[in-house]
């Protein structure tokens, strides 16, 4: 029997997952590195901790396995996005690699913003401009480290550097070149006109192949270091982002999912590029050749529910320890006790500031509305309703060109059935939740590997492969009690933006 090995390279560790050429998950093994956070924004990781990651994984996964290297049939990658690592020609990191998220290049998106419009970059890129993006990153490596600059040959993301460790081929593809926020969506090329602005030289950005490309086999070396046959193709794979796309089965126009963990995002797959007139949302390349994937992630979203848990939860902790529950299952319970709006209470889930669709760092979170008459659970309510509800103004933006009926939700937040009940009653759409909430990039990177080398016929095989624990359809009286509920979110955010301009001026006094 063949299998397919795909790693998925996240900030906390890699994932490896072997599944066999039937689609099915046999095995998975994760290994931990670390991250280095200082100077109040920066990021850093070693790649080399990426390249032990790969190496001990997949050693530990063909030995779970009972199986001989020869019977892997191709490895294929998930990586994390949006970083900035320099290689000289023979592939050697020059310093750390700057991570997603790093947020040093102010000073560099800021000039950037001086050579051209924001409007002209985000119909050209898909993306703002942003100290959050590769070329910005890079921009800062060349006017604060002239002489890694001056070495680097390349720059390329944590799976485009694995895919060199094990080929020797400097390849990106659509899905990663797009997180440098210096491609022209329209073209799938790097744009002359930010590169220019941004006075880079374009030669060390790596050339751009298909996701599904086979960028080479398995060198002598690397099969010494990792435990994998000589010989063995190598498919480039693509983002986390996109092959979560695929794995939640995200694969043609309108198929919609949305990502519930820390931060949460609403994704989906149309046939061109996406630019909203308001600039809420971006648009990745998409891993299905001559797709995107339109896309709005916001900053805190099951964590806003966390650091309830943490502050105001404590006796729910300590009794879901004595029972052995999550503490969330109290939290939910709780939660249903209170009715669509929650008596009234609204919460603003701006813990970190916030991404799309609001794009303020100066945002902040508050409850309002509060009332003696209201309790805790209007308080846990309230916080599972703001982050519906801010993730919904992401899907109303898509909704404006794309009908969107239905949706399929991973990650942590897809466990509780009071919200997947709330998120089908806010977005007035179908909710589908798969068995499997954790594990669709790793199955993106599988089938990207699996058709790349025709294991697969097409992606469409990831239908057979997602199994459905349950599907939620809105309820008619809740979908029209929240209608009043996001008229008044959307006032609310709008009230507070002079307080949030004010507290910000004080705070930089």
């Avoid at 991570?99 to 800021?110: F, G, K, N, P, T």
């Avoid at 086979?214 to 070396?221: K, L, P, R």
């Avoid at 994998?228 to 796309?245: E, F, H, I, R």
């Amino acid at each position: 029997m063949k299998y397919i090995l795909a790693h998925d390279l996240g900030t906390s560790g890699n994932k490896a997952t072997l599944f066999s050429a039937e689609g099915r998950l046999m095995a998975s093994e994760v290994f931990g590195y670390r991250c280095r956070y200082f100077n109040t924004n920066w990021a850093e990781q070693d790649p080399e901790d990426w390249w032990r990651a790969i190496c001990v994984t997949s050693r530990n996964l063909i030995e779970k396995a009972g199986i001989v290297p020869g019977d892997i049939a191709v490895v294929s990658f998930s990586g994390q996005m949006m970083g900035c690592l320099c290689v000289d020609r023979a592939g050697r990191p020059l310093r750390p690699s700057i991570i997603w998220a790093d947020q040093r290049a102010q000073a560099q998106a800021a000039a950037l913003g001086e050579r051209i419009a924001l409007r002209d970059f985000y119909h050209i890129a898909g993306h703002r401009n942003s100290a959050s993006y590769g070329l910005q990153k890079l921009m800062w490596v060349r006017d604060n480290e002239p002489e890694v600059y001056a070495k680097t040959y390349k720059i390329l993301n944590a799976k485009d550097f694995i895919v060199l460790r094990l080929t020797g081929k400097f390849y990106t593809e659509p899905s990663d070149a797009t997180s440098n926020a210096c491609v022209d969506l329209n073209t799938l090329r790097w744009s002359e006109k930010i590169v220019a602005a941004s006075g880079i030289d374009g030669d060390k950005l790596p050339e751009i192949v298909p996701s599904t490309t086979v960028a080479g086999e398995v060198t002598a070396w690397a099969a010494a270091q990792t435990g994998l046959k000589a010989g063995t193709p190598v498919v480039m794979g693509g983002g986390d982002g996109l092959c979560s796309n695929v794995g939640a089965g995200s694969i043609s126009p309108g198929r919609t999912f949305s990502y519930v963990g820390s931060s949460a995002w609403v994704a989906t797959t149309s046939e061109k590029p996406f630019f909203d007139e308001e600039m809420r949302t971006f648009t990745w390349a998409h891993i299905v050749p001559g797709l995107y994937s339109p896309t709005g992630t916001m900053q805190s979203g099951g964590g806003s529910y966390s650091w309830v848990k943490q502050q105001l939860a404590k006796y729910e902790t300590a009794v879901a320890k004595e029972q052995g529950l999550s503490p969330y299952d109290l939290m939910n319970e709780q939660a249903a006790k209170s009715p669509p709006g929650s008596n009234g209470v609204l919460f603003l889930p701006y813990l970190l500031g916030e991404r799309a669709p609001r794009w303020n760092p100066d945002s902040t979170a508050a409850w309002l509305g509060l009332k003696m008459e209201n309790h805790r659970s209007d308080l846990f309510r309230a916080v599972l309703e703001g982050v519906t509800m801010n993730l919904n103004v992401i899907l109303e933006a898509f909704r404006e060109n794309i009908p969107i009926d239905e949706i399929l939700v991973i990650g942590g937040g897809a466990k509780g059935s009071v919200w997947c009940q709330m998120m089908a009653d806010v977005y007035n759409a179908r909710i589908k939740v798969p068995v499997l909430l954790e594990e669709a990039t790793s199955m993106g990177a599988a089938v990207t590997g699996g058709v790349g080398v025709g294991v697969f016929r097409s992606f469409d095989v990831i239908d057979q492969m997602i199994e459905l624990n349950g599907t939620i359809e809105p309820n008619p009286a809740a979908v029209k009690a929240y209608g009043p509920v996001k008229e008044t979110f959307e006032v609310c955010y709008k009230a507070m933006l002079p307080v949030y301009e004010y507290m910000a001026r004080q705070k930089n006094s």
